[in-house]
Each structure stands twice: as structure tokens, then as C-alpha cells.
């Protein structure tokens, strides 16, 4: 039989595989290469590129550590001490009694 009468039109509806393209610079993998990988599911057509990847993923990281502690030294500089929010509490000595 001729495999043109299975054609079934597949490449309309066709979903690509995580595999078939660098994740960085969208090159085609080669099946019969090797494919680089980087945190467990993103694959990489060269170490240049996984390496520039893991680079920008720590230059990420950075920044998002440098901004938080920005935001944690902020926090505690307006947060007020114990003693001034004591001080500001209205205290009523007495008994309540609930029934």
C-alpha cells in the first residue's frame, strides 16, 4: 500500500515536542547530536548556549535577592518598636464578666 493513503493531515493540529528546538536561540535539535539540558526539562542545542541560560537565570536571581533585601531593610526601618506601640494602647484595669 502507498503511505500517502494514511495521510491523515496531522501537520495542521501538529503540537511540537519539547525537544525540537533550543530553548534559547530556537535552533532545530539534530535527533543523532547531543542535546544539552539545564534544570531538568530545557534542552539546549550547544553548551554556549545552556551556559549564557544559566547565566542570565544567576543575573536573575541576583536581582531578585538584592530587591528583597531592599524591601526587607525597608520594612523594618518603618515598622515602629514595641515600646512606641505600648505606649500608644489604651489600658483598662477592671473585671469583665460574660455570660
Not at 515536542?17 to 542545542?45: E, K, V, W
Amino acid at each position: 500500500m502507498n503511505a500517502a493513503l494514511y495521510y491523515t493531515g496531522c501537520e495542521e493540529n501538529y503540537q511540537p515536542h519539547f525537544l525540537d528546538t533550543c530553548s534559547l536561540c530556537q535552533r532545530t535539535l539534530a535527533h543523532n547530536h547531543d542535546i544539552f539540558m539545564y534544570r531538568g526539562d530545557t534542552p539546549f542545542c550547544s553548551q554556549e548556549c545552556r551556559q549564557e541560560q544559566i547565566e542570565m537565570d544567576e543575573a536573575n536571581e541576583r536581582k531578585w535577592r538584592i530587591a528583597a533585601a531592599k524591601r526587607s531593610s525597608r520594612t523594618k526601618t518603618e515598622t515602629p518598636t514595641t515600646k512606641e506601640t505600648d505606649a500608644n494602647k489604651a489600658v483598662r484595669n477592671g473585671t469583665v464578666a460574660v455570660a
